[in-house]
């Protein structure tokens, strides 16, 4: 069963995880249900999402060697990165309702490479490989030492997902729509420039651009811009001319 870090109510600290009111019910029977089974509960884990929301808009905290000067201390433990304090506060939240040393899964993390700000490919890639090298140290976090299971979100870019939530999510793949790999990523953590192995036998479509209508040219601000995003929502994908994606600096002469 797996669950994003929204399950949980808006606080700063790892020892103040709790699971929001509304869903504390049901997240306390479907916990007691695994725990009895010692079946593992998922949790998906994405850390640029939450920068503002739990990291003050410190983008640097969210990769595993940060260069941030942002110390993160909780009581008696110290955060080096995003990630073990997001783990840890779901920890907590199940240790309240009942459920304490359940296996917890990360079941999906990753980077956008395009679609949101500081969504891009050098920025995946070094967080990619600070999570390989994380999960080899098997070091674990500052309230679950050990090893951790994590399996990666996603291995290509999935250009017909439903980008109502974001148009990031059409960009988590470590390859791209053509299955070519985006970066070198060394995935026994050992951080060492490997390159990945690209698909075979995939056939490509020929280059297209897409060109103001000269009929409507006059009405650029109007009726172009309609048929624009008519166009983008329904024939071809536009999620890198939004907001904070790669040419969202586009303009009418650009």
């Known amino acids: 069963m797996s669950h994003f870090t929204d399950v949980l109510i808006p606080v700063k600290k790892p020892s103040e ?8 019910p049901n997240m306390t029977r479907s916990c007691q249900i695994l725990q009895s089974y010692n079946t593992p509960i998922g949790l998906d884990v994405f850390p640029l ?4 929301d739990l990291f003050n808009g410190d983008t640097e905290f969210t990769f595993f060697e940060h260069k941030s000067t942002s110390v993160f201390k909780d009581r008696d433990k110290t955060y080096s ?7 840890d506060m779901f920890d907590v939240a199940l240790e309240k309702v009942g459920c304490p040393n359940m296996t917890i899964i990360i079941d999906a993390i990753g980077w956008p490479t395009d679609g949101i700000k500081d969504g891009n490919i050098p920025n995946a890639q070094r967080f990619h490989q600070g999570l390989a090298k994380f999960v080899a140290s098997k070091k674990g976090t500052p309230r679950r030492p050990g090893p951790v299971d994590v399996y990666i979100r996603n291995l290509s870019d999935e250009n017909k997902i439903n980008k109502s939530t974001g148009s990031f999510r059409r960009h988590w793949g470590i390859y791209k729509f053509d299955r070519q790999p985006k970066f070198n990523f060394d995935l026994q953590g050992l951080g060492h420039d490997v390159k990945l192995v690209p698909a075979v036998g995939i056939t490509h479509m020929p280059k297209r651009w897409c060109i103001v209508n000269g009929d409507v040219a006059n009405d650029i601000n109007n009726t172009t811009r309609e048929n624009f995003l008519d166009a983008c929502d329904s024939i071809v994908d536009c999620t890198a001319m939004e907001a904070g994606a790669s040419c969202s600096n586009l303009t009418k002469t650009q």
């Open 49 to 52: 999402l939450s920068v503002n």
């Open 17 to 24: 995880g709790a699971f929001r009111e509304d869903l504390k």
């Open 81 to 87: 990165n995003g990630f073990e304090v997001m783990y």
